[in-house]
């Protein structure tokens, strides 16, 4: 792992009138990692999330891009920088085929006529280097399942040879079997040495792909944990703000259940 991060925010602080939604909050991103983002509604992810975009640029504090202070005053500066972004809404058109979502906005010419052959080249060639897998590229998007869906996102970020992907619930409402396609595709990320910034509820599949996880608690860190030396009820225990809480109490049951 580099020793200097690819991304790092140093006392961001966020305030939306009399809210205060994020307090010198600091976090760190390496190439080839996965950090989760992890805490309760409300406790300043989306938020985060939005800074990190340029969606909502942050009122205090430093972003640093590969060791140097940068200003993210708006979505164009992320994306310059290698900032990709992948929201919950996707932002796909379901009437558009895979290569009409991959190009939406970044459509190919050749002499002033779009370039649809040297677009599904390219579009293949994408995906078979994610081993993503879907019927065909010319099938429109509203009959892929919802983890094709998700991985058609994910892969159209990668289009501007992104440094950072941010990936916003990306297995929310979907199924085992959606879940475990996009988890792949994470680890493929960090394979191909990507920073990734996983923002997740499910505790199972942050310490499944992820290396380290930071905790963001009433808008301030409240820890940050790497996986492999962590167990779930410390990272629980963070995201709550107590040892004993209704989570730990059920894991507690259902341990001298099966015992």
């Known amino acids: 792992m580099s020793a200097t991060p690819v991304l790092a925010l ?27 983002l992890v ?4 406790a300043g992810k989306s938020t985060l999330v939005k800074t990190i975009a340029g969606v909502s640029p942050a009122d205090e504090g430093t972003i640093e891009w590969e060791g140097r202070p940068v200003r993210v005053a708006r979505p164009h500066d992320a994306q310059e920088l290698g900032i990709a972004t992948v929201y919950q809404d996707l932002a796909l058109c379901d009437n558009l085929d895979v290569v009409g979502n991959l190009f939406l906005g970044g459509e190919l010419f050749k002499r002033g006529v779009l ?30 399942s919802g983890g094709q869906r998700q991985t058609v996102a994910i892969a159209r970020s990668l289009l501007g040879e992104p440094k950072v992907v941010v990936l916003d619930e990306p297995t929310a409402a979907l199924g085992v079997e959606q879940t475990a396609q996009v988890l792949d595709l994470v680890e493929r990320l960090r394979e191909r040495g990507l920073g990734v910034i996983l923002i997740s509820h499910n505790m199972a599949e942050v310490r499944e792909v992820s290396d380290r996880v930071a905790v963001l608690r009433l808008g301030r860190n409240n820890g940050t944990f790497t996986v492999a030396d962590t167990t779930q009820e410390e990272i629980v225990s963070a995201i709550t703000g107590a040892t004993d809480n209704v989570v730990t109490r059920r894991e507690a049951r259902t341990t001298e259940v099966n015992q």
């Open 115 to 144: 370039d649809e052959v040297e677009m599904e080249r390219r579009a293949r060639e994408l995906l078979s280097t994610l081993s993503i897998r879907i019927p065909s590229v010319r099938i429109p998007v509203a009959s892929l």
């Open 10 to 36: 140093r006392g961001v602080s966020k305030r939306f009138g009399a809210v205060q939604a994020l307090t010198d909050v600091e976090l760190e991103i390496h190439p080839g990692e996965v950090v989760a």
């Open 39 to 42: 805490g309760d509604n409300g």
